[in-house]
């Protein structure tokens, strides 16, 4: 699908969604590491890292070790120096890795906003005569109209009002095959870039100057004005107080260690403690171990990241919020058509009526559609192939026959074949009430079976066709009935596992459609979906997205038309197709640029695995504070009170190397968690409480487990460095 | 009968009492919070204060309540000290000096009683009645007002409305506090406890000295100080004195009554957010806490590594040979769990773990299971940041009860328990950086070290308990321990009154398969993983130096 992503660096963008639908990420390239690198250090600047209050103080005691070990070198307080002003690094480094891929995707869109003159109408009017005037695009104003022949690339957003044409829409969603936009209905929207292929259109300008989609595209994926999401404010202030509680901790540990160690004056100083307290490097160590700098150092990672996930399943999100929101969806509502079923009824069954073998009813059935070239008449010719085992045969193919093309006004489609020397055979199908007329104006006898089968397939919801057929032979007429054609919409495959997913998610599923209630059920039931609105009007969806809010649920659906954009903006989260109006698309908070209603459900499972990310790595973070405890305590005061030794459950080798191997692994957790931050924790959809035990158990135990592995590892390693000893 | 068995069949009595007890209690302080009759004394009280008890407050109007009753009652107690020369019933005392005066007023109001003066030749009867334990019983009732306030924050939707903080307290004192008190002061009197009005009685001790021995109405106050988990004793000596808690059977019953509320509200808590199960939860986590506190600390009571209690093959040293170890070991982790700071024995002379176990009670906060409403609401708020935390996790925006805890009540909770580590460590660093606070140690060295902790830690928690040692009779700890109290106190109470304004402001969400379910064992763990790791070990540093120093060999 993918021209523009494709361009980007990173894996598979085409690859289809997989089965299921899981949510995956895209790969961390090592290089990219290296590339975000001068980023990574530019955003040392703390007019930059104010903002993010935990590396922030990171930096500031970095800034003060420094200080200290100019003033009193040595080999220790030079390594925890460099290692702290790694960690600061490092957490920047994720942010500009999280951002570089955005910006890789930016400068392709780029490439589409190419400077062109726009040929603006001058005081036109539906009908009216057309006087243009060359106006360089950037100066058209909301409401000016021009017109775009083939081959002239559409200068704004718009909506078409006359004409129609076939438009290649690549630049914006990777795919490479025109779309038909045409005025009124549906599908008059026109984005700015877009090529018009064929005919020529008149465009009603639709946005503001400077306010493209495109221009929105790549802000959104540079996340140039990226803002801080409700939750990511909450984590951040939750994240703000820790630090606090922990500031204080360690400022406060001063004037006791300076009382202790004047209660034993045999004990020597060390770089650790001496008369003064501990040592301000040793400080600053516990201080950014403590505090929680791996979520710290991820947190806009992993919003920016999200935001990206969407990006490559090509969906623009217009505010991080609707992200959020998504993940916390309780109620989907899903239009039938195209979503669950596939677009069209297709044949199902053949019924044959006594003294007709199926196999007949088949064989009539599909050379009477051979001429019939809607969707319906297309899926009994395979349906015909497929159960039957019947070739498909050309309308060339067979001589003598006379092929009768399905009109709106006959409402049949069939053939007359010739069949030898003074017989014909006339085979007809279609709408029932036509081919049973037909059948008695040749003299045939009214079946009362068949009238019962075609209420039955009604009834259930189904579509009947009925088969005829009139044989000529000298001169008299035999006409009968063959059998009907069970026509249904069809279930898209996968969609009933799809909807118990959702519903162990805690997630109900609403299927909305225009058929009569029992048409509804029946699809609904087979679908699998929890509740459905049948004959559903515009105002039907508003009432049912407000009854559900009230009820305090998140409500979250897709919509094209112009009258789906006032629900669109009632929802919650509101999905917009690119194929839509443009008054849809200003609705909704999202767009879906493959057009695909289906993809609400990923996004869904994507916007819970920005906040299981989050959860996951603030537990982690947490948890990781046991094993520091352990690591530095000792280390500061054993030499004080031998008996705290026994704290160093990890058999450090000395104090020096105790606190700089937690300061390294503080560090390189960073690096270590930034493809996991970026890619997201891996989603299953479950039930709340199974998911939780498994990120309790992955993230909150192994968040105690892994440092102690971890530090010793390090200190194995940094024992054999100068002045650990 | 080993000591070990029997601190085990004593400690597991206890458990199957409040277990019996908490859920008729629970439902009781629910019809008493809930119900919409007034009695005619409590018509008349509103009517001579001037309140119209149908008429309900925002959480802002219902935290000015709590503060200016509050200040008055702390300006009426430090009125009643400084003139109680002037007044009847002084038995002769002059008045409390100002610095003592304004420490034991804040003391009380808070529900500390912390006492850094020695009840029998300070107070006179008066003040005890009239002062002292007047707040004892409302200071008690203020906690749990605001616990309630906050449960029905969470029990109501879209609405700007707490109750009436006037109805709570008085319907808290009159319904709930003074009945129970009534029974178990004629209980204590049964069990030997005193009650009268005599002067001193001077007596003839066995070396010869003469000794004067105060009476008074002790086993009145002796109720109310368990019960509303307030803990300052008519005594110096406190519930170690014969005349307060005379029996091992009285010993139990102590530790009954100032267990039996704090485990009852989270019964009262569900009830009235119509899911009991989810208050079994938050009564489960206090639990977990507290089978756990109390088994280490018996555990490093009956092993006594010091030197001397293994020569002497006990930890005797301030226990009272009445109670035993273990006995006394139950005492001191319930008084230090529910900031009530009753003392039967004095955790000074505890074993160095044992001491550590005292302080890191109450360093979790006072919820396991914490004050007469305090440690509710400090519960509540402990399971807001661990929904905030592990409720991300399910990959929903953390919602507690239908509430969604988005960046507004975050604030509150974590502004709540910020309150309490700074002004523990704060007072401590204070103390310890000059002789205005060194002074006052009686250990030298890590020992010393404790009793300032524990001071600031049990100030700042509103336990009130001390660790003995220290001279706190001084201006400077006078001063600064108020300071901790009163801000311990307050500045929680206003962010819960807060939150809860926030929480009843919003909707409900409905529960789902994909709502993080609260009520399982699951989140119980959780609670209490969170309040171990997040609370508990940021005092790992000062502990260090400290009773770990002590006790690490």
């Known amino acids: 699908m993918s021209v523009r992503l494709a361009e980007a660096p990173r894996t598979a963008p085409d690859a289809p969604a997989p089965p299921g639908g899981r949510v995956q990420g895209g790969l961390l390239d090592p290089g990219q590491l290296l590339r975000s690198l001068p980023d990574a250090v530019r955003k040392l600047d703390p007019r930059t890292m104010w903002r993010n209050p935990v590396m922030f103080i990171v930096e500031i005691g970095a800034v003060w070790s420094t200080v200290l070990a100019v003033s009193r070198p040595s080999w220790f307080s030079w390594l925890i120096v460099a290692w702290l002003w790694l960690t600061v690094t490092f957490a920047n480094l994720a942010e500009a890795v999280a951002e570089g891929r955005g910006k890789a995707q930016a400068d392709s869109l780029r490439r589409a906003k190419t400077d062109t003159t726009a040929r603006r109408l001058v005081g036109w009017a539906p009908g009216g005569p057309v006087v243009e005037e060359p106006v360089p695009a950037p100066a058209l104003r909301q409401g000016d109209h021009v017109i775009v022949e083939a081959g002239q690339i559409i200068p704004g957003d718009g909506d078409v009002v006359e004409g129609i044409a076939s438009v290649d829409e690549s630049a914006i969603t990777g795919e490479s095959a025109p779309v038909i936009r045409e005025s009124g209905g549906d599908r008059s929207a026109v984005t700015g870039g877009t090529k018009v292929l064929s005919d020529r259109i008149i465009v009603k300008i639709t946005q503001r100057p400077g306010e493209s989609f495109i221009d929105r595209m790549i802000a959104l994926v540079e996340g140039a004005n990226r803002q801080k999401t409700p939750n990511e404010i909450a984590l951040n202030i939750l994240l703000a107080s820790l630090t606090i509680i922990f500031v204080m901790a360690v400022a406060t540990l001063q004037p006791l260690a300076i009382f202790a160690k004047a209660n034993e004056p045999g004990v020597p100083d060390s770089l650790a403690l001496n008369a003064h307290g501990v040592t301000g490097i040793v400080m600053v160590s516990l201080l950014v171990c403590l505090i929680p700098t791996t979520i710290g150092a991820l947190l806009s990672a992993i919003g920016i990241a999200g935001m990206d996930r969407l990006v490559q399943r090509n969906v623009l999100a217009m505010s991080g919020r609707a992200v959020e929101a998504a993940g916390d969806v309780d109620t989907l509502l899903l239009d039938k058509t195209g979503t669950i079923t596939l677009g069209d009824r297709q044949a199902a069954e053949f019924i044959p009526i006594d003294g007709v073998t199926e196999q007949e009813l088949a064989d009539a059935a599909q050379l009477a559609s051979l001429a019939d070239e809607t969707p319906e008449g297309r899926s009994i010719v395979v349906f015909a192939k497929t159960a039957y085992g019947l070739r498909e045969r050309s309308p060339g193919e067979l001589a003598h026959a006379t092929w009768i093309r399905f009109t709106a006004q006959t409402r049949m489609s069939g053939v007359d074949l010739d069949d030898g020397p003074g017989g014909t055979r006339h085979l007809r199908k279609g709408a029932a009430a036509a081919v049973l007329t037909w059948v008695l104006d040749h003299g045939g006898l009214p079946e009362t079976d068949v009238a019962g089968v075609v209420d039955g397939i009604s009834a259930a919801g189904g579509t009947p066709l009925v088969v005829g057929e009139v044989v000529r032979e000298a001169g008299t007429d035999r006409a009968r009935l063959l059998g009907v054609i069970h026509l249904k919409d069809v279930v898209k495959a996968g969609m009933r596992e799809r909807f118990a997913e959702m519903r162990r998610m805690g997630i109900r599923t609403v299927m909305i459609t225009g058929d009569n209630p029992l048409t509804a059920r029946a699809i609904a039931d087979e679908a699998g979906v929890d509740d459905f609105l049948a004959e559903a009007r515009p105002e039907d969806k508003m009432a049912l997205i407000k009854r559900e809010q009230e009820g305090g649920r998140l409500v979250a659906m897709t919509g094209d038309g112009t009258n789906d954009a006032p629900a669109l903006a009632q929802a919650d989260v509101g999905v917009a197709m690119n194929t839509g109006t443009s008054a849809a698309k200003e609705a909704g908070n999202m767009v879906d640029l493959d057009s695909n209603p289906t993809k609400l459900i990923e996004i869904v499972e994507i916007g819970k695995q920005l906040l299981i990310t989050r959860g996951a790595l603030t537990t982690f973070s947490i948890a990781n504070d046991i094993a520091k405890y352990f690591a530095i305590i000792p280390a500061m005061f054993a030499a004080l009170y031998p008996g705290l030794d026994r704290l160093n459950v990890m058999r450090l080798h000395s104090p020096q190397s105790a606190v700089l191997s937690a300061v390294i692994f503080n560090a390189v957790i960073i690096v270590a968690l930034i493809p996991l931050a970026l890619r997201g924790v891996k989603y299953r959809p479950s039930s709340a409480s199974k998911l939780l035990s498994r990120n309790l158990c992955v993230y909150g135990l192994g968040g105690v487990v892994a440092p102690f592995i971890g530090i010793k590892f390090v200190d194995l390693l940094v024992q054999f460095l100068p002045g650990m000893s | ?553």
């Open chain 2, 1 to 553: 009968m080993s000591a070990t068995l029997a601190g085990v069949l004593f400690t597991g009595s206890l458990v199957l009492a409040l277990a019996v007890v908490h859920r008729p209690l629970g439902d009781h302080m629910y019809r008493v919070y809930t119900g919409t009759r007034h009695a005619r004394p409590e018509r008349v009280i509103y009517r001579l204060v001037g309140v119209h008890p149908e008429a309900e407050q925002t959480w802002a109007s219902y935290a000015r309540g709590v503060l200016a009753f509050s200040a008055v009652s702390v300006l009426f107690l430090y009125g009643l000290q400084r003139l109680q020369n002037h007044l009847l019933l002084s038995l002769g005392f002059r008045p409390v000096v100002t610095h003592q005066a304004w420490n034991t007023a804040i003391s009380f109001v808070t529900n500390t009683n912390w006492q850094s003066y020695s009840g029998e030749s300070t107070m006179g009867h008066l003040v005890q009645m009239a002062g002292l334990a007047v707040q004892n019983f409302v200071s008690a009732a203020v906690g749990m007002a605001v616990a309630i306030a906050l449960v029905r924050g969470f029990a109501r939707k879209r609405t700007d409305r707490l109750g009436n903080f006037w109805v709570d307290l008085v319907r808290g004192t009159l319904r709930i506090l003074l009945p129970i008190a009534f029974v178990a002061a004629i209980i204590l009197v049964i069990g030997g406890a005193v009650q009268n009005f005599h002067d001193p009685h001077t007596v003839q001790t066995l070396t010869g000295a003469r000794q004067p021995i105060t009476g008074g109405p002790v086993a009145s106050q002796e109720a109310v100080k368990e019960l509303g988990t307030n803990g300052g004793g008519f005594y110096n000596a406190n519930s170690a004195h014969p005349f307060e808690n005379p029996t091992a059977w009285t010993n139990w019953l102590e530790i009954f009554l100032l267990l039996m509320i704090p485990f009852g509200l989270p019964r009262t808590f569900g009830r009235m957010v119509g899911s009991v199960r989810q208050g079994r939860a938050i009564v489960a986590v206090m639990a977990t806490l507290a089978v756990i506190s109390v088994t280490l600390l018996s555990f490093f009571q009956l092993a006594h590594h010091g030197t001397v209690p293994t020569a002497i093959g006990s930890s005797m040293e301030g226990v009272e040979t009445r109670f035993g170890v273990a006995d006394s070991a139950t005492f001191a982790d319930a008084t230090t769990l529910t900031s009530t700071g009753a003392v039967n024995s004095f955790h000074d002379s505890y074993t160095s773990l044992g001491g550590l176990m005292t302080m890191v009670d109450m360093m979790l906060g006072e919820v396991a299971p914490g004050g007469t409403g305090s440690g509710l609401y400090g519960m509540l708020i402990l399971a807001v940041v661990t929904v905030f935390v592990a409720g991300l996790m399910v990959g929903r925006t953390p919602e507690y009860l239908g509430k969604k805890i988005g960046s507004r009540e975050i604030k509150f909770a974590a502004a709540y328990f910020l309150i309490t580590p700074i002004c523990v460590l704060a007072g401590t660093a204070v103390a310890m950086a000059g002789t205005w606070g060194r002074g006052g140690t009686l250990n030298r060295g890590a020992h010393g070290l404790s009793e300032v902790l524990y001071a600031f830690t049990s100030a700042s928690n509103n336990n009130g308990s001390a660790f003995a040692g220290l001279t706190a009779n001084t201006p400077f700890y006078d001063t600064a321990l108020g300071l901790a109290m009163a801000f311990g106190r307050f500045l929680p109470m206003i962010f819960v009154l807060a939150l809860a304004g926030s929480l009843a402001r919003q909707g409900r969400t409905p529960v789902s398969e994909g709502t993080l379910p609260t009520h399982r064992p699951q989140f119980v763990g959780m609670v209490a993983g969170v309040t171990v790791v997040l609370v508990a070990l940021t005092f790992l540093p000062a502990l260090a130096l400290g009773p770990l120093a002590e006790g690490v060999h």
